[in-house]
């Protein structure tokens, strides 16, 4: 926090030039400042407690110079903050405590990879799962086929009973494998659902 103002070596002078002119400042108010100006800094700091103590003698002796003249140029000087050392107790405990952090959130990325089971082309037990699952695939392709094209077959054949015409025997044949068609695929569907379910 700001306590003290940098000032040019005109404050002096122009202090100096003023106490000519008939006026004088108080022996301990002098000695305060020349304290100030006499120290090994290369720019001389004044307390703002001493600009307030020469402010109030100012205005009440009646100066022809005031405070602001004086303080033209100068800048606000804020001491640097030294910061407290830390704890090494403290320090040692805060490592500890990122370093688990930081091995749990370690654990919980990697906790679905297996290096045992990383390989650059797979195992045979990878391959023998793809090979059941597109088998599977296959012969559930050619099952809702076979079931279609035989409803198709099965209706055609028993609507030649029914209608005289073969453009309606289609039709009702066409009907017929479409409603089991979509049959099948609710079948298919909610079959797929359960194995997705026990995953």
Same mark, same amino acid.
């Given at each position: $926090?700001?306590?003290?103002?940098?000032?040019?070596?005109?404050?002096?002078?122009? #202090?100096?030039?003023? $106490?000519?002119?008939?006026?004088?400042?108080?022996?301990?108010?002098?000695?305060?400042?020349?304290?100030?100006?006499?120290?090994?800094?290369?720019?001389?700091?004044?307390?703002?407690?001493? #600009?307030?103590?020469?402010?109030?003698? &100012?205005?009440?002796?009646?100066?022809?110079?005031?405070?602001?003249?004086?303080?033209?140029?100068?800048?606000?000087?804020?001491?640097?903050?030294?910061?407290?050392?830390?704890?090494?107790?403290?320090?040692?405990?805060?490592?500890?405590?990122?370093?688990?952090?930081?091995?749990?959130?370690?654990?919980?990325?990697?906790?679905?990879?297996?290096?045992?089971?990383?390989?650059?082309?797979?195992?045979?037990?990878?391959?023998?799962?793809?090979?059941?699952?597109?088998?599977? &695939?296959?012969?559930?392709?050619?099952?809702? $086929?076979?079931?279609?094209?035989?409803?198709?077959?099965?209706?055609?054949?028993?609507?030649?009973?029914?209608?005289?015409?073969?453009?309606?025997?289609?039709?009702?044949?066409?009907?017929?494998?479409?409603?089991?068609? #979509?049959?099948?695929?609710?079948?298919?569907?909610?079959?797929?659902?359960?194995? &997705?379910?026990? $995953?």
């Amino acid at each position: $926090m700001a306590c003290a103002l940098q000032v040019r070596d005109g404050f002096l002078q122009q #202090l100096g030039l003023a $106490m000519k002119e008939g006026h004088s400042l108080p022996v301990d108010l002098h000695s305060e400042l020349q304290s100030c100006f006499t120290g090994t800094k290369p720019t001389p700091t004044v307390p703002f407690s001493l #600009l307030r103590k020469l402010h109030r003698f &100012l205005r009440k002796e009646g100066f022809p110079v005031y405070l602001h003249e004086l303080l033209e140029g100068a800048e606000i000087f804020t001491p640097e903050v030294k910061l407290p050392e830390r704890n090494p107790e403290l320090v040692a405990r805060l490592e500890k405590i990122k370093a688990k952090l930081a091995n749990e959130e370690y654990r919980r990325i990697t906790k679905n990879v297996n290096c045992q089971q990383i390989n650059r082309h797979g195992t045979l037990g990878d391959l023998a799962r793809q090979v059941r699952s597109v088998k599977a &695939l296959v012969v559930t392709i050619f099952n809702f $086929m076979v079931t279609v094209g035989a409803a198709f077959a099965c209706a055609y054949l028993g609507s030649q009973y029914i209608f005289t015409e073969p453009a309606a025997c289609v039709v009702s044949a066409v009907i017929v494998a479409s409603v089991v068609g #979509l049959a099948e695929l609710y079948v298919l569907v909610r079959m797929m659902e359960g194995e &997705l379910g026990e $995953m």
